[in-house]
C-alpha cells in the first residue's frame, strides 16, 4: 500500500485526509472529504482514511462503498418507515375484526373497502411485515449497519490513537472555534490548562504544546449502538426457528384436563374455574362517571399444571404429579420449566352436558319415563335406560346451522348451540321413533311419534383461551436493546470535546477547538477556561449570518 | 373541597400561570445583541411562574393519581395532560441551560393548547381495564410522554428557525408549507373553541342509528353537519344535517368523530382568517421580526440537542418499555398493531433525522423541516391512530 509520510514524520495510511499525528491536510486527498482552501476544515471522522472513501475499483470495493454510505442507509430506513405507513392503512390481517363478513383477507378487504380495499389486499399490503421485500429491507438496513461501522470504526480509532498535542497551523487555524493571542505568558496557560483540568478535560503535553480532550469514549457511541441493533436483527432470525420459539394456542375448559400443545405430551392442564370480573359505577371512586357498561377488570383461570412422569413411555397412561398452582390473569402469566402461559381468550356459558326426558306425547303432565344426560364434548352413542329404553344419538351437530340448501350442519366443533337427531327405541322394541331435538327445537320428523323427548336441564361451563409460548430469544432481544441504549446515551449525552492550545514560531498562542456537537458548551467551556489570562477566546468562523 | 376538585382546580392553575409565564417571556425578549442570553430578571419571574404552574399541575396528577388509584395515563385526557405536562418539564430543563426568553414565548402556548386539547375529552374517572393493570404500563406511559415532551422542544426551536429564517419577501413554496404549519396549530384553537362553546351551551343531538339489526343512539354535542350512517335524529330543534358520513368509515363513533373534524376546520379556519385580517400579513411574516433577536445558530443547536436527549428516551418508552408491557400482558412482545407500528415510524423517523445531520450536513433550514414533520408524526399517532386507526390500546 502507497503510506503517506507526513512533514512530521508520521506514517498515514493510504488515503488520509488529514494527517493522523498532527492534522495537516494531506494535499492530494482533499477532494475526498470536499476540503478546500477558504472553508474551514471537515473533521467527520478526523480525516482518517476510510476504505470506502479509497478503493473504488473492484466489485467488492464497490458494494463495499455502496453499504458503507449514510445516504444509502437513509434511504433504506425511509424506504421501510414509508412501508411500515402503508401497512397501517387497513388493519393488518391478523387484525380482521371477528364481526366481519368472512375473515378471509380474499373477501374482507374489497368487501369492506371497496376497490381499495381490493388493491391493498392485491398489492399483498395486508400482511407487509412479514412480506418478503419488507424483510429483504430490514436485512439490507443490517448489511448497511454492519459495513459502515467497519468502514468506519477502525480508522477513526487509529486516528484518534495517533494524535499529537502539536497540530500544524493549518489545522488548528481551520478548526470553527479559533483564536490568536499574542503577549500571552506561560503563567496565563498554566491557569487556562489548570482551568481546563477543572472542568475535567484529560490533558497531554508536548513540548509546550497542549491538547485537552474530554468525552472521547462518547464517539465510540454510534457502533456501540449499531451492534446493539444487530444483535436485535439476529435475534429476530432466530425467531424464526422452532427451537427458540414456538407458540401455542389451547381452549381448555371448565374441569377439563388436557395435554399441553407443543410440550411434547410432557405437560396437562386441568382448569380449575374460570373467572371473569367487571366493575360499573357502583364503585364510590367512579362516581363521577356515568358508565353504561360494565368494563372487564379480570380474566383469570385457576389452573393446575401436571407433568407427566412416563411421557416418553409410548401408549403408557401417563402419571401425573401436580407441579404448579396458579391463578393465570392477563397481565400475569403462568411460567414454568422453559413455557409460559397467556390468557388471551375465552368462552361464557359453552354447553357443557343436556338432560332429557322422555314422556308420552299426548300426557298431558308429561309424566317421565325415563332420565338420560348428554356429556356435550363426549356423547355417547346410545344411552341405555332403567326404565328400558333405548336411546340412540344418531347425529349431533355441536354447532348448528341449517345450510343454504337445508341441510343440517355444524359450523365448529364447539357445543355453542348443540342439536341432536335422536332415535327412541321403547322397551323390547325394535321400531325407533326418530325426533330432532335442538334449543328452542323439538321436531317430531313424522309427527306420529308416540314417545317424545323434552329437555329438561341444561349445564353450563366456561372456556378459557391460553396461549402457551416458549421464547429463547429473548435475553438475545433484551441484550441488544440494552447494549443500543447504552451506544446512544453514550454517544448523545456526552460529547467529544478537544482544545488545542499550541504556540506558534512568533510565540503567540493559537489556540483552536473542536466538538463532535453542542457548540454552546464548548464555547462555555472555554470561556470559562480563559477567565483571568490574556488568552482572547475563540471566534466561531461559522456561526450563520444573522 | 374534595380531592376531585382539588385535582381540577390545580390543573386549571397551572393552565392559568403557564400562560401568565408566556407575557413574563415576551417581555423579556431583548433585541439588543449584548444583552443576549443573559439572565434577565423579567425571564426569571417568568421562569419562577412555569414551575409554580408547573408544580400545581404535579398537585393534579398525584391527586388523581389517588382517586383513581392508578397513574393518571390511562385514557386520553390523562395522557394528553401528561404530555403537556413533559413539554413544560423539557422546556424548564432546556431554558435553565439556554436561557432562551424566546423559546419560551413559543413552548409554553403551545404546550398549553396541547393541556387545553386533552381536557377535551371525557375527564372521567373509569376503572382500568385488565389489560392495562400493570405496572410497567405506566412507566411505559410516562416515559413515552417524557421523550415525546424533550421532542417538541425541537419541534418549537426548528419552527422558529423557519420562521426567523425563510424569506418573506415574495411568495414561495417554502414560506407557504410555513403557513401551513401554522395553520394545523389555528385547527387545533379552533376545535378547542367549537368545542368549549357548544360545551357551555350544553349543545345536544340525539341519533338513533341502526348497526347489525340493532338500534343504538349516538350522541353528538357539537351540532350535526355530519350525521352517522344510516341514522335518524330524535332530538327536536336541532340543526339538520347536512349529510351523512361515507360507508367506508367504520365503528359507531365514526360519524361524530368526522363531524368534530369539520367544526374545527371551520372553527379553526375562521379564528385563522381573522387573525389574517388583523395582521394583514401572513402570520409567518408577522412573527418574523419578532424573532430578529435570537440567533438562528442557537435555535438550531437547541433544535439538535433536544432530538440527541430525546430520542433515546423516545427509544426506551415508546419501543422498550412498551414490548415488556406487550411481553407481560400477551406474550408478545411485538405485534404489529397500528400504535406500535407508528411508534417504530417515529423511531425511524428521528433515526433518519439524526443521520443526514451528522453525515450529510443537513443543518439549520433542512433539520428544521425535519424537526416540524417529527413532531407532526407524533401528533399523527397520538390523534388519528388513537382515534381513527383501529388499535389495542385501550384508549385507542
Ligand atoms: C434504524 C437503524 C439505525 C439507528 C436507530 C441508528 C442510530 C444511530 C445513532 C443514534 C447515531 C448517532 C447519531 C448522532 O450522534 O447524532 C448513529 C450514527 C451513525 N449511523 Fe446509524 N443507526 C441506524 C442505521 C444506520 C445505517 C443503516 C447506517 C449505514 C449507512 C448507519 C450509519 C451511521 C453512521 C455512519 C453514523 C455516524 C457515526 C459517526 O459519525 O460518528 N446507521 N446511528
Redesign the interface.
Known amino acids: 500500500m502507497n503510506k503517506i509520510k507526513c512533514e512530521c514524520g508520521h506514517i498515514n495510511p493510504e488515503g488520509t485526509v488529514l494527517c493522523e499525528a498532527c492534522g495537516k491536510p494531506v494535499e492530494e486527498n482533499q477532494h475526498i472529504d470536499g476540503n478546500d482552501d477558504k472553508k474551514l476544515l471537515n473533521m467527520r471522522y478526523d480525516g482518517s482514511a476510510r476504505r470506502s472513501q479509497t478503493f473504488k475499483k473492484s466489485l467488492i470495493d464497490k458494494i463495499w462503498g455502496f453499504f458503507s454510505s449514510v445516504k444509502v442507509g437513509v434511504w433504506l430506513i425511509v424506504l421501510t418507515l414509508v412501508a411500515s405507513i402503508f401497512g397501517t392503512i387497513f388493519p393488518q390481517e391478523q387484525f380482521i375484526p371477528q364481526d366481519a363478513v368472512s375473515r378471509d383477507p380474499a373477501i374482507f378487504y374489497e368487501d369492506r373497502y371497496g376497490i381499495f380495499g381490493l388493491i391493498y389486499y392485491q398489492l399483498g399490503f395486508h400482511h407487509m411485515y412479514s412480506s418478503l421485500w419488507f424483510i429483504i429491507l430490514i436485512a439490507l438496513i443490517g448489511v448497511s449497519l454492519v459495513i459502515c461501522s467497519l468502514d468506519r470504526f477502525i480508522p477513526l480509532f487509529r486516528a484518534l490513537r495517533n494524535q499529537k498535542p502539536k497540530k500544524h497551523k493549518k489545522f488548528l487555524s481551520k478548526q470553527r472555534l479559533y483564536s490568536e493571542s499574542s503577549n500571552v505568558d506561560d503563567a496565563d496557560i498554566d491557569k487556562l490548562v489548570k482551568n481546563l483540568k477543572k472542568s475535567r478535560y484529560k490533558i497531554t503535553e508536548e513540548d509546550g504544546h497542549v491538547l485537552a480532550e474530554k468525552g472521547r469514549f462518547s464517539r465510540w457511541g454510534p457502533y456501540v449502538n449499531h451492534i446493539g441493533l444487530i444483535i436485535i436483527l439476529i435475534a429476530a432470525i432466530l425467531r424464526s426457528t422452532p427451537i427458540m420459539f414456538s407458540e401455542d394456542y389451547m381452549w381448555v375448559r371448565e374441569g377439563e384436563q388436557r395435554v399441553i400443545p407443543g410440550t411434547n405430551n410432557k405437560y396437562y392442564i386441568e382448569n380449575k374455574d374460570f373467572i371473569l370480573e367487571t366493575q360499573n359505577a357502583n364503585d364510590e371512586r367512579f362516581q363521577e362517571a356515568s358508565l353504561e357498561e360494565e368494563i372487564p377488570v379480570n380474566y383469570q383461570t385457576d389452573v393446575v399444571i401436571y407433568e407427566a412422569k412416563n411421557a416418553d413411555v409410548v401408549g403408557a397412561e401417563p402419571e401425573l404429579e401436580p407441579i404448579l398452582t396458579y391463578s393465570i390473569q392477563m397481565n400475569n402469566p403462568a411460567k414454568f420449566d422453559k413455557y409460559t402461559l397467556y390468557q388471551q381468550g375465552y368462552q361464557l356459558n359453552e354447553f357443557k352436558n343436556m338432560s332429557f326426558k322422555i314422556h308420552e306425547t299426548d300426557d298431558e303432565k308429561e309424566e317421565s319415563l325415563g332420565n338420560f344426560t348428554i356429556d356435550l364434548t363426549n356423547p355417547e352413542s346410545v344411552y341405555e335406560l332403567d326404565s328400558g329404553f333405548r336411546v340412540e344419538l344418531t347425529n349431533y351437530y355441536p354447532d348448528y346451522i341449517m345450510t343454504e340448501n337445508g341441510n343440517p350442519a355444524s359450523e365448529t366443533d364447539h357445543p355453542r348451540n348443540p342439536a341432536f337427531v335422536v332415535t327412541v327405541y321403547p322397551p323390547d322394541s325394535d321400531e325407533g321413533e326418530v325426533s330432532f331435538l335442538g334449543i328452542g327445537k323439538n321436531i317430531d320428523a313424522t309427527g306420529e311419534n308416540e314417545y317424545k323427548v323434552a329437555i329438561e336441564d341444561v349445564e353450563f361451563r366456561d372456556v378459557s383461551g391460553i396461549a402457551i409460548s416458549s421464547d429463547r430469544t429473548l435475553p438475545f432481544f433484551i441484550l441488544g436493546a440494552t447494549i443500543f441504549m447504552i451506544g446512544v446515551i453514550q454517544g448523545m449525552y456526552w460529547q467529544h470535546r478537544r482544545v488545542w492550545i499550541n504556540r506558534d514560531k512568533d510565540g503567540s498562542l493559537l489556540l483552536a477547538a473542536h466538538t463532535n456537537k453542542n457548540w454552546y458548551g464548548i464555547k462555555r467551556d472555554i470561556e470559562k477556561a480563559i477567565e483571568g489570562t490574556n488568552v482572547s477566546m475563540a471566534r466561531d468562523q461559522q456561526e450563520l449570518d444573522e | 373541597m374534595d380531592l376531585?376538585s382539588i385535582s381540577s382546580n390545580a390543573l386549571l392553575t397551572a393552565f392559568i400561570l403557564y400562560l401568565l409565564a408566556t407575557f413574563f417571556f415576551g417581555g423579556a425578549i431583548r433585541q439588543n445583541k449584548s444583552e443576549r442570553n443573559k439572565q434577565t430578571k423579567t425571564g426569571t419571574i417568568g421562569l419562577v411562574i412555569t414551575i409554580i404552574g408547573f408544580v400545581s399541575q404535579l398537585v393534579y396528577f398525584i391527586t388523581r393519581w389517588v382517586?383513581?388509584?392508578h397513574a393518571p395515563v390511562s385514557n386520553l385526557f390523562e395522557f394528553t395532560t401528561f404530555l403537556g405536562m413533559s413539554m413544560i418539564f423539557a422546556f424548564i430543563i432546556i431554558y435553565i441551560y439556554?436561557k432562551n426568553a424566546f423559546l419560551g414565548v413559543f413552548a409554553l402556548p403551545l404546550a398549553t393548547i396541547i393541556i387545553a386539547y386533552a381536557s377535551m375529552f371525557s375527564?372521567?374517572?373509569?376503572?382500568?381495564?385488565?389489560?392495562l393493570?400493570?405496572y410497567w404500563l405506566s412507566i411505559h406511559v410516562t416515559t413515552v410522554a417524557l421523550g415525546q415532551g424533550i421532542l417538541f422542544i425541537s419541534f418549537v426551536a426548528g419552527l422558529m428557525y423557519l420562521i426567523r429564517q425563510i424569506d418573506q419577501t415574495k411568495l414561495s413554496w417554502r414560506n407557504v408549507m410555513l403557513e401551513l404549519v401554522i395553520y394545523c396549530i389555528f385547527l387545533f384553537i379552533g376545535f378547542i373553541a367549537v368545542t368549549t362553546i357548544f360545551n357551555v351551551l350544553s349543545y345536544e343531538a340525539t341519533f338513533e342509528v341502526e348497526r347489525?339489526g340493532q338500534l343504538v343512539i349516538a350522541e353528538y354535542h357539537l351540532p350535526p353537519i355530519a350525521a352517522p350512517k344510516d341514522s335518524t335524529l330524535l332530538s327536536e330543534n336541532v340543526m339538520k344535517s347536512w349529510f351523512e358520513a361515507p360507508a367506508?368509515m367504520?365503528g359507531d363513533e365514526a360519524g361524530r368523530k368526522l363531524n368534530t373534524v369539520i367544526w374545527s376546520f371551520f372553527g379553526g379556519s375562521l379564528i385563522y382568517g381573522l387573525a389574517l385580517l388583523i395582521s394583514r400579513r401572513r402570520i409567518g411574516e408577522r412573527l418574523q421580526p419578532l424573532l430578529k433577536g435570537v440567533?438562528?445558530?442557537?435555535l438550531?443547536?437547541i433544535m439538535?440537542?433536544s432530538v440527541?436527549?430525546g430520542?433515546?428516551v423516545f427509544?426506551?418508552g415508546g419501543?422498550?418499555f412498551a414490548?415488556i408491557w406487550a411481553?407481560?400482558?400477551?406474550?408478545?412482545?411485538w405485534?404489529?398493531?397500528?400504535k406500535e407500528?407508528?411508534a417504530?415510524?417515529t423511531w425511524?423517523?428521528y433515526?433518519?433525522f439524526l443521520?443526514?445531520r451528522?453525515?450529510?450536513g443537513w443543518h439549520?433550514e433542512k433539520s428544521g423541516w425535519l424537526a416540524v414533520i417529527g413532531f407532526a408524526i407524533i401528533m399523527f399517532n397520538l390523534i388519528v391512530?388513537n382515534l381513527v386507526?383501529?388499535s389495542l390500546h385501550s384508549y385507542a
Do not use: C
Request: no cysteine; aromatic share 18%; net charge negative.
Open positions: 376531585y382517586i383513581t388509584g439556554y375527564t372521567d374517572v373509569v376503572p382500568l381495564q385488565a389489560s393493570q400493570n347489525d367506508w367504520h440567533k438562528p445558530d442557537m438550531d443547536e439538535y440537542r440527541a436527549i430520542f433515546p427509544t426506551l419501543l422498550i414490548a411481553q407481560i400482558a400477551w406474550g408478545r412482545f405485534g404489529w398493531d397500528p407500528v407508528w417504530l415510524i425511524f423517523f433515526a433518519a443521520h443526514l451528522l453525515s450529510r439549520g391512530v386507526l383501529a
